[in-house]
């Protein structure tokens, strides 16, 4: 059991408790959950009460960190066992990639387009159909507010009218 560095108030051990000594005696603190699985506790310092993950206090207190990396990562992924032997110091991208290879977190899929736009080419009264508005004002090196407004107009100067935006189901 060591005293926290900052926080001198309390000491934690290596298995992850948390103990107040601001009362006469030593108390084990009970931490709660955060809703995704990270245990917390409430530390009061000067009067101010404040949550502090105890996985980051394990590590500051136990484990030195040279190379000044932000993240505390749970090496075998489970959030709640916060013993200093199951906790590293990693940086932003070591822990994204941490949990993708455990399996602990999935990229999003990309998004399915949400309208397909039917397209006319002024010049040649040929259509087509795209969901990628975004690369037809990039072609054009526009903004997408430009790119709207220059659809809309009257006197557009683009060589392209929307004629049908259809919702995807």
């Known amino acids: 059991m060591k005293r926290h560095p900052l926080h001198t108030d309390y000491f934690i051990t290596e298995e992850g408790e948390v103990l107040s000594s601001r009362k006469e005696t030593l108390h084990k603190m009970k931490p709660l959950s955060n809703g995704i699985g990270y245990l917390r506790v409430r530390i009061c310092k000067k009067g101010v009460k404040k949550h502090f993950y105890v996985h980051r206090l394990v590590a500051e207190t136990f484990i030195p960190n040279p190379q000044k990396k932000p993240c505390v990562n749970h090496i075998n992924g489970d959030k709640s066992d916060n013993s200093v032997n199951n906790l590293e110091w990693v940086s ?9 290879s455990q399996g602990l977190w999935k990229p999003s899929p990309p998004k399915k387009p949400k309208y397909v736009y039917t397209i006319l080419i002024q010049s040649t009264g040929e259509t087509f159909q795209t969901s990628n508005l975004r690369g037809l004002w990039e072609s054009f090196r526009m903004t997408r507010g430009t790119f709207l407004l220059s659809l809309s107009s009257k006197k557009t100067k683009l060589p392209l009218k929307i004629l049908e935006k259809r919702y995807l189901s």
């Open 92 to 100: 932003y991208k070591e822990n994204t990639h941490h949990a993708i």
